[in-house]
């Protein structure tokens, strides 16, 4: 799922409409006619859309590239909220493949996967994910003989 704000979207859907008429992609000067907004927010909002993988840009020309799975929030905090809820789904996930029936997964194998694995998080946010997590029951931290573990509470 892809979430957007009520301003990309409506660029996104600007850009949807005037792309049956161009085959290149639509002109950057048309769209900013078109929306009557600054173009450096233009910029920025193609920013975004193209680093979502949304929109596609050659050379000012804009083209869609998906818009199935798109959720429309109402400011960037929501996104931003919601992005870190699907986050957290995917490294739960992860963390159930690792702890497997035991449930325990060693502190070190989790952060290592979260870093480099597929998620490949930043350090910041590895430990923010994983506290996160402890706070809404999902995992605890338990002492073992051999280091530090993580126990899965409950599934999502």
């Known amino acids: 799922m892809i979430h957007i704000t009520k301003k990309e979207n409506m660029v996104l859907n600007r850009v949807k409409y005037f792309q049956s008429e161009y085959e290149d992609g639509v002109p950057f000067e048309i769209l900013k006619l078109d929306l009557e907004i600054s173009e450096i927010e233009l910029r920025d909002i193609l920013k975004v859309l193209e680093d979502k993988k949304v929109v596609s840009q050659n050379q000012d020309h804009i083209k869609v590239e998906k818009s199935d799975e798109i959720n429309v929030l109402e400011s ?19 963390m159930k493949k690792l702890g497997g029936e035991s449930k325990l997964v060693s502190r070190y194998i989790l952060e290592g996967e979260m870093l480099y694995g597929e998620l490949k998080l930043s350090t910041q946010k590895t430990y923010k994910l994983i506290i996160t997590l402890e706070k809404k029951g999902l995992i605890k931290k338990v002492q073992m003989k051999d280091g530090e573990y993580y126990t899965i509470q409950s599934p999502v």
Do not use: N, P, Q, T
């Open 76 to 94: 960037k905090a929501e996104v931003k909220r919601e992005e870190l809820d699907d986050m957290e789904k995917k490294a739960f996930e992860i």
